[in-house]
Antibody, heavy 123, light 107 residues
């Protein structure tokens, strides 16, 4: 049973960068990892995915140029860095493993999810 | 981007009620649709994928149906633990997008 444990809450100033980590345990680290976010009281927004095997990435156009997803397979950890932070980047950030049921992963379903990391951007 | 529109935005119901939530895609997505349940302060949980496939461990009172642009999630007999917000998500094309959510509240 895969479990994803994320790093703790962060407070950042506008213009700064933040890195959130997501450590996998309980299974092999070989599924695509997605990153999503949820602003306070709002819905869910997909940011992109990273392939743990190749390191290849697919970012939502909205975040292109500001987001970088990486991974360290030796410690089963994925990272999401968001730069040039703005106040509207305040949100809970989630990692979620791709739940793949076909031979052509990723299928782009999200299961399981990390517990979430609150990132607050405030001057 | 594919827009996902859920209705209603909230519904009040009682334990034992049958509840149906609908989700409409702005263009055809075949069966590339999932449903998630989210409780306050918690991460979402995958309930249904591929429009109608029940995720392992999810009670059989949850069911999904539909294809192309019109989908629904039905809870056949609402239980106390089902009061939550439900989201649909399309996986047909990037960026992956979600509906705005439906909050199921106690009547």
């Amino acid at each position: 049973q895969v479990q994803l444990v994320q790093s703790g809450a962060e407070v950042k100033k506008p213009g700064a960068s933040v890195q959130v980590s997501c450590k996998a345990s309980g299974h092999t680290f070989n599924g695509y990892m997605h990153w999503l976010r949820q602003a306070p009281g709002q819905g869910l927004e997909w940011m992109g995915w990273i392939s743990p095997n190749s390191g290849g990435t697919n970012y939502a156009q909205k975040f292109q140029g500001r987001v970088t997803m990486t991974r360290d397979t030796s410690i089963r950890t994925a990272y999401m860095e968001l730069s040039r932070l703005r106040s509207d980047d305040t949100a809970v950030y989630y990692c979620a493993r791709d739940y793949c049921t076909t031979t052509s992963c990723p299928d782009n379903w999200f299961d399981p999810w990390g517990q979430g990391t609150l990132v607050t951007v405030s001057s | 981007d594919i827009q996902m529109t859920q209705s209603p935005s909230s519904v009040s119901a009682s334990v034992g009620d049958r509840v149906t939530i609908t989700c409409r895609a702005s263009q055809g997505i075949s069966s590339w649709l999932a449903w998630y349940q989210q409780k306050p302060g918690k991460a979402p949980k995958l309930l249904i994928y591929s429009a109608s496939s029940l995720q392992s461990g999810v009670p059989s009172r949850f069911s999904g149906s539909g294809s192309e642009t019109d989908f629904s999630l039905t809870i056949s007999s609402l239980q106390p633990e089902d009061f939550a917000t439900y989201y649909c998500q399309q996986a047909k094309s990037f960026p992956l997008t979600f509906g705005g959510g439906t909050k199921v509240e106690i009547e």
